[in-house]
C-alpha cells in the first residue's frame, strides 16, 4: 500500500500570539490591575477583520453560563457543587451561584487599541469579540495593547484563591487570552469548565506582588536573586512597588501557548536537576502534615524516571525547567508546569505528577484541541502514564483493566455518547470523563493489538517528531500509524472515536477440526487466537482484517495450519 510523505501537512498553518504582561497585585482585595501587548501574526491564508478573547474569570460570576450549566447538569462534578442541605437531606447546588460579588471572579476591559488605535469591542460573557479598525492581511502582523483588571474567585474550579487545601492564589487563565484560529476558523467558546485551547507565542510576564509571597509556575524566572529567599536586595535594585512592600517577579516562557502561576506565603521549595533534563521545581505548603512532605520530598527521584520513560516513548522534553506546584483543584496541566492539589499519599502524589507530566507530551507540545477532541489528549495521556505507573508499582499483565472495567459499564449504560463529542456537550459528566480518559486511552491499547506493540512505539515517536509544537487532529495521528504500520486504520478510527459501536466475538465449541468465530459485536478487529490442545500444546493463530490491506508483521496468516482449520461469521 502507498502512502504520502508525512510531516507537516503541505496546507498547515498556525498563528502566534507574543504577550507582553505585567500586572499588580492586591492579596488582601484579590484583585490586580494588568497591562498586556500582544503582537499577532497572521498566518493564516485569510484577512482578519475581527478577533476574539477568552474572559475566563467571568465564568466565575452567578447566573454565567457555567453556574447554569452545573445547576442543570444530570451529574455534575463534585467540585464544583456542594450540600446546603443536611446529610440526610442533601440539597446540592452550584458553588458558584453562592459567590458573593467579593468572591466572584471577573476581567474587565478598561482599554484597546490595535496600532495605538483605540478599537471597538464588545463583552459577552466570558467572550469578547473585538472588530479591528484595519483588517490583519494574510502573512501581516498587528499589535493589540489593553489594560484590563481583574478579581480572583474564591477557588471553585482549577482557577481561584484559598483553595481548600489553603495555597493563597492559584492563577490560572487568569488574563484576556486571543482564542485560537485555525483552517475550521475561531474557537471562541464560551467557558464552560471544560479544557483550553490557544495559539503559541512567546510570554514575557512581570508579577509585582506582596514580597512575602513565592510564586511558581510557566516560564524562566529572570530574576532570582531579587526575589528568591535567602537573598539580599540592595538599596540601588529597590524600586518605588518594593519600597511599599512587593517586589517583581519577572518570567520569560518561549513558544508555549498557555502561562499559570500559583502563590502563596508558606510554600517550601525544593530545586532538583534531573540528569541530562530540566530543572524541576517543586513547591509546597511548609504546613503540609509530615507525611505528605515526605512524600514531596520523594519527588526528585521519581521525576528523574518519568522524564526518562517519557523521552524513551516520545521524545525529550525541549525546555530547561518544569514546575510542580500545591494548587487548584485536583491536577491540571501548564505550559512549563502543572497545579496539584498536595495533601496526598505517596502513590496519589505520584500518580497525579505522572498524568499531569505526560500531558506535556500530550496537549501542551502536541497541542490538540482538548475542548474538541478531550481523548486525543487526555485518552494518550492516561495510556502513558498508566503504564509508567505500572512500571513503578504494580507489574500488571494488564495495566489497562481498569480503563476496561469503567469503558464496558458506559458502554452498557445506554448513556455512551461518541468520543468525537464536543468536550462541553456530554449529557453526563461521567460519559465525558470515561470516554476521553478511559476509552481514550483504549484507542491506544488497542491499536498496539491491531499494529503490534513496537510498531505503535514507533508510531507514538513519529507523531511527537512531527508535530510537536503544532495542532494535530485525530487524522494526522492516523495517518503517522497508517504509513508507520503499512496498515490502513481509519476504519479503527471511524468506528472507535465517531460511533458507540462495540467488539464483541464469541467463540463456537469445537466440532471436530474446526472452530467457528461469531462477529456479535460491529466493529471488526483482527484476531489472534491461541488453541491449546489436550497434550498440553498450542498453536497460535492470527487472522487479519481485508480492510487492514496489511497485517502485523512476523504473523502469518492462519492459512499456514495443517493440524486446525479457523472460520470467522458474521451474525
Known amino acids: 500500500m502507498a502512502f504520502v510523505s508525512l510531516g507537516a501537512k503541505a496546507q498547515y498553518w498556525q ?32 484577512s482578519l477583520e475581527t478577533v476574539y478573547y477568552h474572559l475566563y474569570n467571568n465564568a466565575f ?106 495555597v493563597a492564589l492559584s ?57 528568591g529567599r535567602g537573598y539580599e536586595t540592595s538599596k540601588k535594585e529597590l524600586d518605588k512597588k518594593v519600597r511599599k512592600g512587593k517586589l517583581t517577579w519577572r518570567f520569560k516562557a518561549p513558544n508555549v501557548h498557555d502561562f499559570s502561576w500559583a502563590a502563596d506565603k ?16 517543586l513547591l509546597f505548603k511548609k504546613d503540609l502534615e509530615n507525611d505528605k512532605k515526605e512524600s514531596w520530598k520523594k519527588l526528585p527521584t521519581v521525576m528523574n524516571q518519568l522524564f526518562d ?12 525547567q ?27 502524589l ?4 505522572a498524568h499531569e507530566l505526560a500531558h506535556t507530551w500530550f496537549q501542551f507540545l502536541l497541542a490538540s484541541n482538548e475542548t474538541k477532541h478531550p481523548w486525543l489528549d487526555e485518552g494518550f495521556t492516561t495510556y502513558i502514564s498508566t503504564l509508567i505507573e505500572n512500571q513503578l508499582f504494580d507489574n500488571k499483565e494488564q495495566p489497562f483493566d481498569g480503563s476496561y472495567k469503567s469503558y464496558k459499564l458506559l458502554a452498557k449504560s445506554g448513556k455512551e455518547q461518541p468520543m468525537t463529542t464536543h468536550g462541553d456537550a456530554f449529557d453526563i459528566s461521567t460519559g465525558y470523563g470515561i470516554s476521553s480518559y478511559s476509552k481514550g486511552s483504549l484507542f491506544l491499547d488497542q491499536l498496539a493489538y491491531i499494529v503490534g506493540d513496537e510498531v505503535l512505539q514507533t508510531v507514538l515517536k513519529s507523531y511527537f517528531k512531527a508535530f510537536a509544537f503544532k495542532h494535530p487532529k485525530p487524522e494526522d495521528f492516523i495517518r503517522i500509524a497508517e504509513k508507520d504500520s503499512g496498515m490502513e486504520l481509519d476504519w479503527y478510527l471511524n468506528f472507535w472515536t465517531q460511533t458507540t459501536k462495540t467488539i464483541d466475538y464469541e467463540v463456537f465449541p469445537l466440532l471436530a477440526t474446526k472452530i467457528t468465530i461469531n462477529q456479535r459485536g460491529v466493529i471488526p478487529m483482527p484476531l489472534d487466537v491461541r488453541v491449546t490442545y489436550t497434550d498440553g500444546t498450542h498453536q497460535d493463530f492470527y487472522i487479519p482484517l481485508d480492510i487492514m490491506r496489511g497485517q502485523k508483521k512476523s504473523l502469518s496468516r492462519c492459512g499456514s495450519s495443517k493440524r486446525l482449520e479457523m472460520e470467522t461469521a458474521n451474525v
Open 15 to 46: 498563528q502566534k500570539t507574543d504577550y507582553v504582561m505585567d500586572i499588580d497585585m492586591d492579596v488582601k482585595t484579590h484583585q490586580y490591575q494588568g497591562t498586556q501587548k500582544i503582537t499577532y501574526q497572521n498566518n493564516s491564508p485569510e
Open 171 to 227: 492563577m490560572t487563565q487568569w488574563y484576556p487570552k486571543l482564542a485560537a484560529y485555525d483552517d475550521e476558523g475561531w474557537h471562541a467558546n464560551p467557558y464552560l469548565g471544560a479544557e483550553f485551547y490557544a495559539d503559541w507565542g512567546d510570554y514575557e510576564v512581570n508579577i509585582t506582588i506582596d514580597k512575602k509571597y513565592t510564586v511558581g509556575g510557566s516560564g524562566y524566572l529572570q530574576n532570582p536573586n531579587e526575589v
Open 309 to 320: 520513560f517519557y523521552k524513551e516513548r516520545m521524545g525529550a522534553y525541549p525546555y530547561k
Open 322 to 348: 518544569y514546575t510542580v506546584v500545591q494548587g487548584g483543584d485536583g491536577g491540571m496541566e501548564y505550559a512549563m508546569c502543572t497545579l496539584i492539589t498536595g495533601d496526598r499519599s505517596y502513590r496519589s
Open 61 to 166: 460570576q452567578a447566573g454565567s453560563a457555567m453556574d447554569l450549566k452545573i445547576q442543570n447538569a444530570l451529574d455534575p462534578n463534585r467540585k464544583v457543587i456542594t450540600n446546603v442541605g443536611t446529610k440526610e437531606k442533601p440539597e446540592w447546588v452550584s458553588k458558584i451561584s453562592l459567590l458573593t460579588p467579593e468572591e466572584e471572579g471577573y476581567l474587565k476591559i478598561k482599554s484597546l487599541k490595535q496600532d495605538g488605535v483605540t478599537v471597538s469591542f464588545i463583552e459577552e460573557g466570558t467572550v469578547l469579540e473585538v472588530k479591528l479598525n484595519q483588517p490583519i492581511a494574510s502573512g501581516a502582523s498587528t499589535v493589540l495593547e489593553m489594560e484590563f483588571e481583574g478579581q480572583i474567585p474564591l477557588q471553585v474550579r482549577r482557577s481561584g484563591r484559598d483553595n481548600k487545601e489553603g
Open 350 to 353: 505520584v500518580g497525579v505528577v
Open 266 to 281: 508558606k510554600y517550601e521549595h525544593i530545586r532538583h536537576q534531573v540528569p541530562n533534563g530540566p530543572v524541576v521545581h
